[in-house]
């Protein structure tokens, strides 16, 4: 600790006039960020003391030329090309000087969140992009031979190195910030930006912020910007998946819960999302299903009732309940103490860090919005509904007391009718069906547990395509495959937002590096289910292979539509020169 600190002070001295290499400078700098933000306590203090310890010249004043070379840099003509090297050094250096010590009145007398908030906007637009294998030679290696189920992954800072330490600064400076705007510097009675700033802010900077979650970015990027948002009152992260769950918060028709507050308000609430997001507002499943808790109300539905303690505060109760169901939550300054203090004892970990300023630390993952857990074999699920695959196939139950034999799913009402207009109409028409326990479902088993994994997560579950993948034989393969069809076709009946994309886009991908048997097999039960996009990928993947499958008889069980298409596609495959072998 002491050697990597005494080095990056000497890194950071010698900075300015750039005298270091770059093969000095960046890896010498991130290992004492690294331990600046580890998890573990001892290694982020004795980092931090010693780094304070090693600049004891390095005040204000060096604090200011790093802002004066950032504001130079981004300050430019919109032809002129960004240092990006240098803007990352100081990028760098600033993180390391701000992690080792507050620097709480630099608001006061310049305005560095500007000079940050633009280069993370020119990060996010890719005006200004850098890798670490760009300024690190020791990550320029190759691997000999094949590597195809080696997954390292990216780093957790991403791979924008100059976005992430934007980030990294701009938090601690923005926490740091206590009682004064940071766009006007007006003094403030509580939070960091003012009423009449407020408007303008969060149509420019934060709604970026907030798009950028949606995007591809690695875990650390992904955590700093949610941090960031929180300082001004914007906790988590919104979803589809989310989007679609908030329904349920004003929904009474499905609701099982009813959480009775001291004063004599009750809110009304699920138990499949709250076992799911938010357990520590029920109490054991023991106690929750005894013989005195599920009560009819007035409408005679079966409902468990759960008292809540005295020193809960309703206002925070109903924030962490719009967090549990959407993944997100706007909290104000005047209600952020009793929200955190309830957050931590619901065990929110994520809510609780943002609304304590926590840093973010090193390779923590970033969390998403999730139901799956409601699947689990667990005591007791709170399922209320059963879908049903057509399959012969005998499967085993782990839940409690079902006597299916046939590949199923115990799955819940709420949860479903938020994301399929189809079921939302079935469970409410009245009909038999509607009473039923059970839901066939017309998909094969496969496909329809990527269909509930979707109903949970908000996303098909996808195949990677590594050795694993390549050593299925054609009828496994074709199985995959033939599941995103089925799905396709369920999405235009049920009126699955989404679905048809995801499962073109899974089994395009898949045909890439499929067997031409399991291909051939793929396009004639696509084209039995009308699913045309997927037959057209599936000619496309073998229609460099027509004179070979042709002469070798597969194509027999093609009609003569499918093998047209297949000629026609082969033609302008060759056309275009592929046909020279």
């Not at 560095?112 to 633009?118: A, F, G, H, K, T």
């Not at 005998?394 to 590949?407: A, F, I, R, V």
Request: aromatic share 8%; proline share 3%; with cysteine.
């Amino acid at each position: 600790l002491l050697v990597c600190s005494l080095l990056a002070t000497d890194v950071m001295r010698k900075s300015s006039p750039m005298t270091l290499s770059k093969d000095v400078q960046e890896p010498a700098l991130r290992a004492v960020l690294m331990m600046l933000l580890s998890p573990n306590g001892y290694i982020q203090y004795e980092a931090s003391f010693k780094l304070s310890e090693g600049l004891p010249y390095l005040g204000d004043g060096y604090l200011n030329v790093l802002l004066s070379s950032l504001e130079s840099n981004t300050t430019r003509s919109v032809a002129t090309s960004f240092d990006s090297f240098k803007i990352m050094t100081n990028l760098m250096n600033l993180a390391c000087l701000v992690l080792s010590r507050p620097y709480h009145n630099l608001l006061n007398k310049r305005n560095p969140i500007d000079v940050l908030s633009i280069i993370i906007k020119e990060c996010l637009h890719n005006n200004i992009h850098i890798t670490r294998s760009k300024v690190t030679s020791h990550l320029h290696f190759c691997f000999e031979g094949s590597s195809c189920c080696c997954y390292l992954g990216e780093e957790w800072e991403g791979e924008n190195i100059v976005l992430y330490y934007g980030l990294v600064g701009l938090f601690n400076l923005l926490r740091s910030t206590t009682l004064v705007c940071v766009q006007c510097k007006r003094k403030l009675d509580v939070g960091i930006l003012c009423h009449d700033c407020r408007d303008q802010y969060t149509e420019d900077f934060l709604i970026v912020l907030q798009r950028a979650l949606s995007q591809s970015l690695s875990s650390g990027p992904k955590l700093y910007i949610a941090h960031i948002l929180s300082l001004f009152g914007l906790c988590g992260s919104p979803s589809k998946l989310g989007g679609k769950m908030s329904s349920a918060l004003d929904n009474n028709d499905l609701a099982d819960l009813e959480l009775l507050l001291s004063d004599g308000e009750s809110i009304n609430a699920h138990t499949a999302i709250i076992s799911a997001r938010c357990p520590k507002l029920l109490p054991s499943v023991k106690c929750l299903l005894g013989s005195d808790e599920k009560v009819k109300d007035e409408w005679g539905k079966s409902v468990y009732r759960v008292q809540m303690s005295d020193r809960v505060d309703s206002h925070a109760l109903k924030k962490i309940l719009e967090y549990t169901y959407t993944g997100f939550v706007m909290v104000g300054d005047d209600i952020v103490k009793p929200v955190r203090t309830l957050a931590k004892y619901c065990h929110l970990k994520p809510l609780a860090e943002m609304l304590q300023k926590e840093q973010p630390r090193w390779n923590s993952d970033y969390t998403r919005y999730d139901l799956t857990v409601a699947l689990g074999p667990v005591e007791h699920s709170f399922s209320d509904i059963i879908l049903e695959a057509q399959s012969n196939e005998e499967m085993k139950c782990d839940h409690g007391p079902c006597q299916l034999s046939t590949p199923h799913v115990h799955s819940h009402k709420t949860v479903l009718i938020m994301s399929c207009d189809y079921l939302r109409a079935l469970f409410r028409s009245g009909m038999h069906e509607s009473f039923s326990d059970v839901i066939r479902v017309p998909l094969g088993w496969q496909a329809l547990d990527k269909l509930v994994h979707w109903f949970y997560s908000g996303e098909l579950p996808s195949v990677a395509l590594d050795c694993r993948w390549n050593n299925l034989s054609s009828d496994e393969q074709r199985s995959h495959l033939n599941a995103y069809a089925e799905l396709s076709s369920l999405a235009e009946f049920w009126f699955l937002e989404g679905v048809k994309e995801e499962s073109l886009s899974a089994a395009s991908s898949l045909l890439g590096s499929s067997t031409s048997a399991a291909a051939v097999e793929f396009v004639a039960f696509a084209a039995n289910l009308g699913q045309w996009e997927m037959v057209e990928a599936g000619v496309r993947s073998v229609a460099h292979l027509y004179p070979r499958l042709r002469d070798s008889g597969r194509l027999e069980r093609l009609d003569e539509e499918l093998l047209n298409m297949l000629r026609t596609e082969y033609v302008r495959y060759s056309q275009h020169g592929g046909g020279g072998n």
